[in-house]
């Protein structure tokens, strides 16, 4: 598999070096020239708090997806092409080699693509 | 990496005679594995530098707004690759130089670096990472070095799986026909 290649090819090794005792330096650095905060207030969110929106996103949406069901019965079934997030963990590598090398997927595509997903 | 209670420090960081210190060991704590992700991203120590500083000043400002439903190390991880990616567009946009060049650039950076060790495949290698786009190099960093799952990687990064093992496959294919036309 490509991975496997390049992993023997090229290895994991990092190459790079920091200066000596760099690490706590940067912390001696750092803290001096942190600015003065007002006291922050770190709010834990409970649980119940943060799953009774999703919870009622969700029978909402239980509550169409019935209701679609039930106007679109009797219809034909249309195939659909998008796969979830969930096959496309199920995905291994080698399949994923498969689908992109036979797709009309560019590199170009692909990054365009993560460019307008990202979500920072 | 030291090993810490994030719970803990959470609390701590919300008490004010207590938050300068647990802020501290945060950093301790986190800042290695923050700084090699930078620095993977930007090659160059000093860049990578002041970047870390830049996202730990910001982690601190903000950390009222850090809400617990996350990992501390997730929210620091975030912040560090908003602000590794601010910073190739600035540096992209100043130097407003071609592919070329930056090839030809990042080839003398690594010449006189005297922070780098590598012979020279691994040059090669690192010559054939900075041909990738900013946010397909960094979906490659976490797969390839860090062995991180897509579900994670997704997690941080807000991208679908299929879309970061497609991105994915196209790096290792992009970075061997780089391997193969140099060597």
Not at chain 1, 41 to 69: D, E, H, N
Not at chain 2, 48 to 71: H, N, Y
Not at chain 2, 139 to 156: A, G, P, Q, T
Request: proline content about 3%.
């Amino acid at each position: 598999m490509a991975k496997e290649e390049l992993l023997k090819r090229v290895g994991r090794e990092n190459p790079y070096r920091v200066p000596e005792h760099y690490f706590e330096d940067f912390t001696v650095r750092l803290m001096d020239s942190l600015p003065v905060v007002d006291a922050p207030v770190v709010t834990t969110v409970p649980l119940w708090k943060r799953v009774t929106p999703w919870a009622s996103v969700a029978a909402v949406l239980i509550g169409v997806v019935f209701l679609i069901q039930s106007l679109s019965q009797g219809k034909a079934k249309v195939a659909s092409l998008n796969i979830t997030q969930e096959q496309a963990l199920n995905l291994s590598d080698e399949e994923v080699e498969i689908v992109i090398d036979n797709s009309l997927l560019d590199g170009y595509a692909l990054y365009e693509y993560l460019t307008d997903a990202s979500q920072f | 990496m030291k090993i810490i209670d994030e719970s803990q420090i959470i609390v701590r960081l919300s008490k004010p005679e207590e938050r300068r210190r647990a802020f501290e060991e945060m950093v301790c704590a986190y800042r290695e594995t923050v700084y090699w992700q930078i620095r993977r991203m930007v090659f160059n120590h000093d860049d990578a530098d002041d970047i870390l500083q830049m996202t730990f000043i910001k982690a601190w400002t903000s950390v009222d707004k850090f809400r617990a439903e996350s990992k501390l190390s997730t929210w620091l991880y975030r912040i560090a690759m908003n602000e590794t990616l601010t910073f190739l567009t600035r540096q992209q946009q100043h130097q407003q130089i071609s592919i070329d060049e930056v090839d030809s650039n990042l080839l003398n950076t690594l010449e006189s670096d005297i922070y780098f060790d590598g012979n020279e495949l691994q040059r090669h290698f690192q010559r054939a990472l900075q041909t990738l786009p900013p946010k397909q190099r960094q979906v490659f960093n976490l797969r390839y070095f860090d062995d991180m799952k897509y579900e994670d990687i997704s997690f941080l990064l807000g991208t679908t799986v299929g879309a970061l093992k497609a991105s994915y496959h196209h790096a290792v294919k992009k970075i061997q026909v780089y391997l193969d036309s140099v060597e």
